[in-house]
């Protein structure tokens, strides 16, 4: 069995490029929906007659969804991110030094030692000050013009950090104005360096450096109110490895050691100090959920009584995943359904046993409403497991266990992105579900707009083209 005929353009090259285009919407918007999705993800695999090995290596390309708020208008542009390696790789006539895509020893250690490494940012966007940022996972960022996606060069924050690998995912606290994230460097000894960013500013300030012997692979990490807690899967590198022959792209440089199990660390936001650490069974998890400070027993936070913090994130019971995404094998992968499931997590801060349970099968790319990060909250959406004909996106009350799923056969639907209505109190889940979806029957990309209580289209506007598969957006109430 093979997956639906049109899957291929979801890891196919995008060329077409298209400014301010006006969608045709088939339905109705919300007339508070304004602002702009803007998403990120690879888009050219090929350079040179050369396929890139694995879908992380892809070259960027943004994507912007906006919305005029009055009427059912909704204008897209889509541009490549013509950063430097983009344009080595033109030049070159290949792609190399990538996430899974080698460029050969010589290449490993100038990027490593020499502070050269990609800037191939495909993985996420952020606001950083009045910037658009294009991130990935090593510490050079691409600031691109927020309306017309054209790149303006490399970004440079205000300060001083550094590091050798940058934690994709920042995490913005909106209700402390600020964001939260994560550098690893590699020496003697390696470290990761956290950090909060004040909105409005570009000067990162640390919060704490925690010594990292074997550093781990990390994708994401989880806040709470008063806390950051740093999820150390044993999936494990010795920074010395990146240095030796033999091993062809970055990620072949970790293993997967599950004897070691995963290891919490809870640092306090404040003063930096590690409050506890705890070790857990072996997962593997690119993405974190949710997390908030709780009374044992119970969901609820309580200043006085919070003695346990809940960490929901999507757990695989390995490393294998990072394999299946590899393009020779992404097919079969996507086929099998994946086993991702949104796991819930009890770290005990008195020194108790972690405890976990798993309250969805099958998905990823999870978010939940803006409001809701760091506090208790109700209700998740993801990115359904993939069967044959297409996957669904999924709706999760983690309060009850009941979910929903919208799907349509022929779609193969990406990140969802949940939009509270304005004036409405959390965690009510009135709004929107903003979704792009791969449609294979008509070849091209759909931009869906859902009702976020009972997923039911609202909206459709199809794009002129296929776009494929992307990682990360943001949704930005002022651009």
Known sequence: MSMEAGFELGFSTLDDEVTDRSLAVEGSLPDW?????????????????????????????????????????????????????????????????????GGGYLQRVRQLLFDDPTDNCNVHVARVGDSLVAMTEVPRFCSADPETLETLGEFAFADALTGHINCAHVVPDPHRGETVGLLTTFGRPSEYTLYRLPDGSRSRERIATLPA?????????????????????????????????????????????PERGTRFRVVDRDSGEVVATRVADPWFVFHHVNAFEAESGGDEDDDAGA????????????????????????????????????????IPLDGGRVTSESLYEGLELPRVARGDRTKPYRYAYAQGAAERDGNHVAKVDVETGDSRRWEESGLFVEEPVFVRAPDVER?????????????????????????GETLAERARAPLPHAVPFGFHGRYFREW
Do not use: C, K
């Open 33 to 101: 929906l304004g602002g702009a999705l803007v998403r990120n993800g690879p888009a050219v695999f090929e350079v040179g007659g050369e396929r890139v090995a694995h879908w992380f290596d892809g070259l960027a390309m943004l994507n912007r969804f906006s919305f005029a708020g009055t009427d059912d208008e909704i204008r897209y542009t889509n541009r490549a991110l013509r950063s430097e390696t983009y344009r080595r790789a033109m030049e070159a006539g290949e792609i190399s030094g990538q996430f899974a895509t």
């Open 213 to 257: 012997r074997d550093p781990v692979y990390v994708h994401s990490f989880a806040l709470t109110e008063q806390y950051v807690v740093l999820t150390e899967h044993p999936f494990v590198t010795n920074p010395a490895s990146f240095l030796l022959p033999g091993s062809e792209s970055f990620v072949d440089n970790y293993d997967w050691e």
């Open 427 to 451: 965690p009510s889940d009135e709004g929107v579900v903003l979704v792009t979806a791969l449609n294979t029957t008509e070849r091209r990309t759909d931009l869906l707009v859902l009702d």
């Open 307 to 346: 003695d346990e913090l809940v960490v929901d994130l999507v757990a695989y019971p390995d490393a294998d995943v990072v394999d299946g995404l590899y393009l020779s094998a992404a097919e079969d992968w996507f086929e099998s359904g994946q086993d991702g499931q949104l796991r819930r997590f009890r």
